[in-house]
């Protein structure tokens, strides 16, 4: 399984971004996949994720209202829609998979198999 993200790029406080996550290779029907977002000194952050099974999506409350996952299965792609960005999203943005369903927090790291290489979002 590979995962390829784009869309990343500078934008302006209160711009907008759309970043996609391309699979390839085999996953079930349902998994999960989650965008996860990591800045210079930090830690790497769940923000986003949703479950093909049944389509819950999990936000962080930093995001809440701002950003919105969704997925288009038949494009095996799964976006992030980031609305009114501001500089503290700024943040190199990662897409994971995980066959399955949730083992525990949808937010941490180890849940995930499957990890793209990223793409960096600048916001200004």
């Known amino acids: 399984v590979q995962l390829v993200e784009s869309g990343g790029g500078a934008v302006q406080t209160g711009g907008s971004l759309k970043l996609s996550c391309a699979v390839s290779?085999?996953?079930?029907?349902?998994?999960?996949m989650g965008w996860f977002r990591q800045s210079p000194g930090n830690q790497r952050e769940g923000i986003a994720a949703?479950?093909?099974?049944?389509?819950?999506?999990h936000y962080a409350e930093s995001v809440k209202g701002r950003f919105t996952i969704s997925q288009d299965n038949a494009k095996s792609t799964v976006y992030l829609q980031m609305n009114m960005l501001k500089p503290e999203d700024t943040a190199m943005y990662y897409c994971?998979?995980?066959?399955?369903?949730?083992?525990?927090?949808?937010?941490?790291?180890?849940?995930?198999?499957?990890w793209g290489q990223g793409t960096q979002v600048t916001v200004s």
């Open positions: 949703i479950y093909t099974g049944g389509g819950d999506e």
């Open positions: 994971a998979a995980r066959q399955g369903a949730y083992g525990g927090s949808w937010r941490s790291v180890y849940e995930y198999n499957y």
């Open positions: 290779g085999y996953l079930y029907a349902q998994y999960c």
